[in-house]
């Protein structure tokens, strides 16, 4: 018992940690990301020699735009894109809006899953057959096609919206089952069956004795649903799908098309084959390393919480 618990906050301590250290990533890279993600630098110089970008890691630069009217020194952490844009900037200037684009899918996957999971638990026949029906179609459509084809077909409704909608349909249907699941081994205990003998029943029955043991459950599935979105996200970067309008900008070193406008993690991953082919590994790895140790961090915490909820019953 003690050696369990001892693992459940090993496993919260480093979830916590990680995204600590995410969080000053993000923190770091804001400091200046206005002015290093917004303009293009074609090249820059260092000991007489010439370099175009995407630049390496490490790199301490006098870079210059396109057209010569800006210049300035700039050491760059992590590397450039293709755009000669730092990717410490970058990655903290795309994180707050896809961390807000991943919450808001989240509460949209617990709302459309809570309620069609509670009316599965009190046993509505429509409401069962209507999600078994439902989800053995997205069981049988490969869940990043349908998600991609759904915010496809959105875009002209908003491309923000699409994209909630678009990757809610695809995690919904988890969450009602463990929500079914959990009203239905609760109706079941003896204590609900008292409960009901003694006529609570209807939304006082669902106060008072539902919603206690439906808390935890929800609050458990919490962290897989927001690691499971973030890679989602990058998922339908690399294919191309991703929040925002691009402007391609023509590249005779590398990569034919770099994306110039406001950057989403999403969006910083959609030149990632080009990059791979060109060999130029670090506008690749750096984005997606990012959103891995992310997903990572809240994978961590929600197995400590699990370990702990299961330690509790």
């Not at 844009?85 to 509460?107: F, K, M």
């Not at 919206?161 to 349909?169: E, H, K, S």
């Not at 249907?173 to 109706?187: M, S, W």
């Amino acid at each position: 018992m003690r050696l369990r618990i001892n693992s459940g906050v090993m496993l919260f301590g480093a979830g916590f940690l990680v995204l600590g250290l995410m969080a000053a990533l993000i923190i770091a890279g804001l400091r200046e990301a206005t002015y290093w993600t917004e303009d293009v630098w074609a090249g820059g110089h260092t000991a007489n020699v010439i370099l175009l970008p995407p630049f390496p890691p490490l790199s301490n630069l006098y870079v210059f735009n396109v057209d010569l009217s800006a210049r300035a020194q700039h050491f760059f952490v992590l590397g450039s894109d293709g755009g000669g844009r730092d990717l410490l900037a970058l990655v903290g200037r795309a994180a707050i809006p896809s961390l807000e684009l991943v919450g808001v899918v989240v509460i949209a996957r617990f709302a459309i899953g809570t309620v069609i999971g509670i009316a599965m638990g009190f046993g509505s026949a429509i409401a069962r057959e209507s999600a078994q029906a439902i989800g053995s179609v997205v069981i049988g459509f490969p869940y990043l096609a349908l998600a991609a084809v759904a915010i496809q077909g959105l875009v002209p409704k908003g491309r923000p919206l699409a994209f909630v909608i678009g990757m809610a349909l695809v995690g919904w249907r988890d969450i009602a089952e463990l929500v079914a699941g959990q009203v239905e081994h609760v109706r079941s205990q003896s204590f609900a069956v008292a409960a009901r003998a003694l006529g609570t029943d209807g939304l006082r029955f669902f106060r008072l004795h539902v919603i206690p043991f439906l808390r935890p459950t929800i609050g458990v599935e919490v962290p897989f649903q927001v690691s499971a979105s973030l890679v989602l996200l990058a998922e339908l970067g690399y294919i191309q799908v991703f929040l925002g309008p691009t402007i391609p900008l023509e590249n005779y070193r590398g990569p034919a098309t770099v994306v110039i406008t406001k950057p989403e993690l999403g969006q910083l991953l959609s030149l990632t084959r080009e990059y791979i082919v060109a060999g130029q590994f670090w506008p690749a790895i750096v984005p997606a390393l990012v959103i891995a140790v992310v997903a990572l961090g809240f994978e961590l915490i929600g197995t400590a919480v699990r370990g702990r909820t299961r330690l509790g019953r």
